[in-house]
């Protein structure tokens, strides 16, 4: 076999899986954590790493059979949709293959292929979606000999490269002038990033992490200006050497002075901060407000807590104001509805897929609960259960998070009383629960201690008007004041 065809064939047995669209549009994801290495059996269908898109943390599954070949980013590496992110080789039993080339460590990998050479490369071969394997080569190809292990090679050079570095300058052996080239800094590629922002260079760092990897604080050492002459005489103080800092996990990055911090824009948070501005400046937005006794409701909630139908549910209040808010929605259903910029329409929408705004370790998210219009309450109870659970734990599918329809805010659990909230991009309505609170109030002709809340609902004034958003309030209120609505008026 020609060396041509030898390499053609090594490479058809290394497959690339590269980073999918694992929600609708995403163009981004971060690495969080790798479930296998080089060298490791995969099948089909099993889960090698999870991933943090701005939508959700999802575990991607690889579609290949075979032997891991090499990981081409490190954990915490935020990567592009179409970068290959890990390499498998399919027929290992042939002896070692070299892998396509990859980038070197704390480097970007290649940008995707321009348009003509993925239409080229389509006509070899079919997408594949996350969780579904290809079919394998009909051909059997021959076992190749006396080969280099590509991974062990990296590992090698990694390694050399790591003991030239913590080798004290007077015990390296001399070498010639024609062999010598500049080392190349250990870092990683979050830091190596930094250091480029803040025009640090990494030759010039004396790198205090283990095994002479420079960290985050070496780099804002760099970059920090060192105390003047002046400085050190209105002090009465030369400038001292900062000790070295341990390496530090969380993503916070500490500015000069220590007075200001810069966390990178991604995730979660990037996509809320897009979606709120977007809606912002999209949809005209209307607030309005009302306080309401709530006295009967968290009765019902104490009442609810012990019916046998709701055991083992959670019941609060925020369960009976989702149950008002589908009942307002069923006695005014023009106020479910969605703006087509692009069709110049206005879609009606026969169900309700209700959101609830849910603050997770990685940001606001709002999940919905499908064709929450037709679940009865214990069924709403559970849902809303598991909703919550599931965001809590950074388990929320993208899926979970599209097709909304409108959604409830419960400001109430941080002590706040009410807010104006943004609308969810292409949901028609959003309502602040504020928080129950004893107060002074007008009952049957006397002041009297009542449990009083204040609710604000945000409206797109292009499909809501006055009118049909001040009816829906009211009797969202309504049916809070006097529950026995939720029957009455079902």
């Not at 169900?351 to 309450?377: E, F, M, Q, S, W």
């Not at 259960?385 to 409108?406: I, N, W």
């Not at 449990?451 to 309030?473: I, N, P, Y």
Request: include cysteine.
């Amino acid at each position: 076999m020609t060396d041509t065809a030898a390499a053609g064939a090594a490479a058809q047995r290394i497959r690339e899986f590269r980073m999918p669209d694992v929600g609708e549009g995403l163009t981004e994801a971060e690495i969080l954590k790798w479930y296998v290495g080089p060298g490791d059996t995969v099948t089909d269908g099993q889960v090698v790493c999870e991933v943090e898109t701005a939508k959700a943390a999802v575990e991607l599954p690889i579609p290949y059979n075979g032997v891991v070949h090499e990981l081409r980013f490190e954990e915490g590496v935020t990567v592009d949709v179409g970068t290959t992110i890990i390499t498998v080789d399919t027929d290992p039993s042939a002896g070692p293959a070299q892998a396509p080339a990859a980038p070197a460590a704390g480097e970007a990998a290649p940008a995707p292929a321009e348009p003509e050479a993925a239409e080229e490369e389509g006509a070899k071969r079919q997408p594949v979606l996350v969780g579904y394997g290809v079919g394998t080569a009909s051909t059997k190809r021959r076992p190749r000999k006396q080969q280099q292990n590509h991974v062990r090679d990296a590992q090698a050079a990694v390694q050399a490269e790591m003991d030239a570095t913590t080798t004290p300058p007077a015990a390296a052996p001399a070498v010639p002038e024609a062999e010598r080239s500049p080392q190349r800094p250990l870092a990683k590629p979050p830091v190596r990033k930094l250091a480029k922002d803040l025009g640090v260079d990494l030759a010039a760092i004396v790198p205090t992490g283990p095994n002479g990897i420079i960290t985050r604080e070496d780099v804002h050492a760099a970059a920090a200006p060192a105390p003047s002459h002046e400085a050190a005489a209105v002090t009465g103080t030369a400038p001292q050497a900062a000790p070295a800092p341990a390496e530090a996990p969380a993503p916070a990055v500490w500015s000069t002075g220590e007075r200001e911090r810069r966390v990178p824009i991604k995730g979660v948070r990037k996509a809320t901060a897009q979606a709120m501005v977007s809606s912002a400046f999209t949809a005209p937005h209307v607030t309005e407000f009302i306080t309401v006794d709530v006295t009967r409701t968290m009765k019902l909630v104490q009442e609810l807590k012990q019916d046998p139908d709701m055991a083992g549910l959670r019941v609060n209040p925020l369960l009976l104001v989702a149950r008002a808010l589908l009942v307002a929605i069923r006695r005014n259903p023009e106020v479910n509805a969605a703006w087509d910029e692009a069709n110049q329409e206005i879609v009606h929408k026969d169900y309700v897929n209700l959101g609830i705004a849910a603050a997770t370790p990685r940001g606001l998210i709002v999940p919905n609960i499908k064709d929450a219009h037709a679940k009865t309450l214990p069924e709403l109870a559970r849902a809303l259960g598991d909703l919550v659970a599931t965001a809590r734990e950074g388990k929320t599918s993208p899926a979970d998070m599209q097709g909304g329809t409108v959604t409830i805010t419960n400001v109430g659990v941080f002590g706040v009383d009410t807010g104006t909230p943004i609308l969810n991009p292409g949901e028609s309505a959003i309502l602040a629960f504020g928080a129950v609170k004893l107060q002074p109030w007008v009952h049957k002709g006397k002041v009297k201690p009542r449990q009083v809340t204040t609710l604000a609902l945000s409206f797109d004034h292009r499909l809501v008007d006055g009118e049909l958003g001040s009816k829906v309030l009211a009797d969202i209120a309504a049916v809070l004041e006097h529950p026995k609505r939720l029957i009455t008026w079902a």
